[in-house]
């Protein structure tokens, strides 16, 4: 990977700007969740829905200003790479935890579990989509 004229950001710094994209991206993905239930929109879909507008934001956030980017990788494919991996991780998390739990906690506290469990597997396929590796 070769970033020529690129700062390089520590891994700290990355996580920072991640969780701040993930704080925005929250409030985008609920707010949709929220206005698509009011819409009498079913949970589960309303929860794609609201993912799908997530993740619009939440990659071009974090490709152009939370990781660096890898100048071989195409935008189409990093994009392909983010939602396939990445996105669909947080819209399985989600789902999973909604069609799980919410019968028992509702379907709110269901939504905000299957957030917190996505974060962590988000950034690292981020960083895998967008820079082309997981660690280091």
Excluded: C, Y
């Excluded at 700290?12 to 409030?27: D, E, Y």
């Excluded at 698509?36 to 619009?56: E, H, I, M, Q, S």
């Excluded at 934001?57 to 100048?71: I, L």
């Amino acid at each position: 990977m070769s970033n020529a004229g690129q700062p390089q950001r520590s891994t700290g710094s990355k996580i920072v700007r991640f969780a701040l994209v993930g704080l925005v991206n929250t409030g985008i993905d609920l707010t949709a969740f929220f206005l698509l239930l009011k819409l009498a929109v079913p949970a589960l879909a309303a929860n794609v829905g609201a993912w799908f507008v997530a993740v619009l934001f939440s990659f071009v956030a974090n490709r152009f200003w939370s990781f660096e980017r890898d100048p071989d990788i195409r935008l189409h494919h990093s994009f392909l790479r983010f939602v396939s991996l990445g996105a669909l991780i947080s819209l399985g998390v989600s789902s999973l935890s909604i069609a799980a739990l919410a019968g028992a906690i509702g379907v709110w506290p269901a939504k905000i579990v299957g957030v917190v469990v996505a974060a962590v597997l988000n950034f690292l396929a981020a960083r895998w989509s967008i820079e082309g590796r997981l660690v280091r």
